[in-house]
């Protein structure tokens, strides 16, 4: 018998599991703005749920403040639904603009039920656009989480993808990605005729380096990769498995986790990291039941289990 070695120390050593940054949790005594401001994204009349439930998970994490920004014709639906999340009528791209020169606005979150037409892809234009300075007491300027709809729109416009910076967060499912990446998704479900085979932290280290910013592709096995080539497993498998989340909306929820964290000053790999980790732990907490609704209301019981 012979021991070989068969060439995995490096990849052991470079891709580990999620280490989340539960410290920087911990509030301080401060004002609210110290903890920033993070602004949804909604889009029109009875498709605003999944912007109301990402702005719940931001407030719910921490941000010091979170705003939605509504169309008119949802003003009513979302004001009836939110309390403590504030609301500003934003008709377009235009007056989107306008509320984006408030420089304490320091996170956004933009594609969860945001639809996909041309008006949309100007809103999209206009939070990819470079952003005024940050404000005077610091921080590191703007910072974006971009899913669903916002995800569909990248794949259609070269343009929009060309402006990713890596302040950028992209949390696609594998359809999205296929969709954002095709030529890496079709080297991922390839079958493996030679080793090593093409590994889902392969593809997500692509698609980030190709990006320029954070990648989160999301599964029961989610990885996330940073343009500099790191890359963490946030495993919710065996004994960690949550499959309560295969519902409609977590994702939004997901997405309202990691914009509060940057609003926080996360970075946006450590924001990516922390916010997967702390939402397959909220399902946890629930079980069995759970409903997209639950997971930012599940928050506080995991942050005080954790000490913060």
């Not at 009528?89 to 039920?113: F, M, S, W």
Request: net charge negative; with cysteine; hydrophobic share 45%.
């Amino acid at each position: 018998m012979r021991c070989v070695d068969i060439g995995l120390d490096d990849e052991i050593d470079a891709v580990g599991l999620v280490n989340p940054v539960i410290s920087r949790l911990k509030k301080r005594s401060a004002q609210k703005f110290t903890h920033g401001h993070a602004l949804i994204v909604s889009d029109t009349h009875g498709c605003s749920g999944a912007a109301r439930l990402a702005a719940r998970g931001a407030l719910r994490i921490g941000a010091g403040l979170v705003t939605m920004a509504s169309p008119p014709d949802a003003m009513a639906e979302n004001a009836a639904r939110l309390d403590a999340i504030m609301l500003r009528e934003v008709a377009g791209a235009e007056e989107l603009a306008g509320v984006l020169q408030d420089r304490r606005i320091n996170a956004l979150c933009l594609g969860p039920g945001m639809g996909t037409g041309e008006g949309q892809g100007d809103l999209l234009a206009v939070t990819l656009a470079p952003p005024p300075p940050p404000p005077p007491h610091g921080g590191d300027g703007r910072r974006l989480v971009l899913d669903a709809d916002a995800l569909t729109i990248l794949s259609q416009r070269a343009d929009l993808f060309a402006a990713l910076h890596e302040g950028c967060i992209l949390t696609p499912h594998a359809g999205e990605f296929a969709r954002l990446f095709p030529d890496i998704a079709e080297k991922l479900s390839a079958p493996a005729t030679k080793g090593p085979a093409y590994s889902k932290v392969d593809a997500t280290r692509e698609a980030a380096a190709r990006a320029g910013c954070v990648v989160l592709y999301k599964g029961p096995d989610t990885v996330i990769a940073g343009p500099d080539g790191r890359a963490a497993i946030n495993a919710a498998v065996y004994d960690r498995a949550a499959p309560w989340l295969a519902t409609a909306g977590p994702g939004d929820v997901l997405s309202g986790f990691i914009t509060g964290l940057l609003a926080r000053g996360f970075s946006p790999f450590d924001a990516a990291c922390t916010g997967a980790w702390l939402h397959v732990e909220c399902a946890r907490s629930f079980g069995p039941g759970l409903i997209a609704e639950d997971l930012p209301e599940e928050l506080p019981k995991v942050l005080r289990s954790l000490g913060v």
